[in-house]
Nanobody, 115 residues
């Protein structure tokens, strides 16, 4: 499975951005897909995940009510709509997919939120 993230950039606090992830390869085996982020000097953390077959969408407490994860299975696309952005949302955002017990990562896209 290959994951290609895009759509990061610069936004002002209170603004919005949408990041996208294109999945390719053996996508039929993906059980769950989502977004993680890593801010400078911090560990990578879960942002949101969405199951492919059953289950429920999950969000980090810090983004609940502001971020929305969605997927387009027909086109193997994953999205993260980020609204009401805060400076603390500044991070590299990574697309993630789980296939069996294996984790796959995209290359990351930088989101910078200015105050």
């Amino acid at each position: 499975v290959q994951l290609q993230a895009s759509g990061g950039g610069l936004a002002q606090a209170g603004g919005s951005l949408r990041v996208s992830c294109a999945a390719s390869g053996s996508t039929f085996g993906i059980n769950a897909i989502g977004w993680y982020r890593q801010a400078p000097g911090k560990q990578r953390e879960l942002v949101a995940t969405i199951p492919i077959r059953g289950g429920r969408t999950m969000y980090a407490d810090s983004v609940k009510g502001r971020f929305t994860i969605s997927r387009d299975n027909a086109n193997n696309m994953l999205y993260l709509q980020m609204n009401s952005l805060k400076p603390e949302d500044t991070a590299v955002y990574y697309c993630w997919a789980k296939v069996g017990s294996s984790n796959y990562w995209g290359q990351g896209t930088l989101v910078t939120v200015s105050s």
